[in-house]
């Protein structure tokens, strides 16, 4: 079955601490997104890549960081200069302008 | 800037219509309406495009306005299972940067 895995579900961290939220997809879209949801808020875009070694920075990408070295893999590093990290976390992939947009099941991340 | 969303959130009850509307201040080349449960993540409805194209489901209907920027999401009949909160995401252009900007949702409830 092909889709996106977002491991793992639920995530806790202590404050200061970097984390890795892995995003992986078996569709072969060539384009991926990072969300985040905080209520009320919808979904805001962190960064987004649309092919493998290239990215861009989405309107809140302060604080986190991404890599696209394979076309199947796009994670996200919540780093320490993150202000406020606690949030749900959600990766989407496109097949291209003009489709749905595929969207995994999400990482809720918590720091403490 | 995100698109603006109205209502904020509706209550239904079950077999009764509803209007969801999305607006945007900029140009738009596509409207995707995406319907999320709590703590999972947003399935896709539709995709209205610059120029009158539109894929979705059969039970789902919306509307384009490019000159007033602005769409529309028409529920009708609603079900139980119509409940979640929908978000409309806009579609910035049909280019190589293609990335979509979420509303903040509005929350539907559909009572028996």
């Known amino acids: 079955d092909g889709g996106i895995t977002q491991s793992p579900k639920y995530l806790f961290r202590k404050e200061g601490q970097n984390v890795t939220l892995s995003c992986e997809q078996n569709?072969?879209?060539?384009?991926m997104y990072w969300y985040r949801q905080d209520p009320g808020q919808g979904l805001r875009l962190i960064y987004y890549?649309?092919?493998?070694?290239?990215?861009q920075k989405g309107d809140i990408a302060e604080g986190y960081s991404v890599s696209r070295e394979k076309k199947e893999s796009f994670p996200l590093t919540v780093t320490s200069a993150q202000k406020n990290p606690t949030a749900f976390y959600l990766c989407?992939?496109?097949?291209?302008?003009?489709?749905?947009?595929?969207f995994g099941p999400g990482t809720r991340l918590t720091v403490l | 800037q995100q698109p603006v969303q109205s209502p904020q959130a509706v209550i239904l009850r079950e077999g009764e219509d509803a209007v969801i509307n999305c607006s945007s201040s900029?140009?738009?080349?596509?409207v995707h309406w995406y319907r999320q449960k709590h703590g999972e993540a947003p399935v896709f409805l539709m995709i209205?495009?610059?120029?009158?194209e539109q894929k979705g489901h059969d039970k789902i209907s919306a509307s384009f306005n490019e000159k007033k920027q602005q769409s529309s999401l028409y529920l009708t009949a609603s079900q139980l299972s119509y409940s979640g909160t929908y978000f409309c995401?806009?579609?910035?252009?049909?280019?190589?940067?293609?990335?979509?900007?979420f509303g903040k949702g509005t929350l539907l409830t559909v009572n028996p």
């Open positions: 989407a992939t496109l097949r291209g302008v003009g489709n749905e947009q595929f």
């Open positions: 569709l072969n879209h060539d384009a």
């Open positions: 890549s649309q092919i493998v070694n290239d990215f």
């Open positions: 900029k140009a738009l080349y596509s």
């Open positions: 209205l495009l610059k120029g009158g």
């Open positions: 995401g806009t579609g910035n252009s049909g280019g190589s940067n293609y990335k979509l900007t």
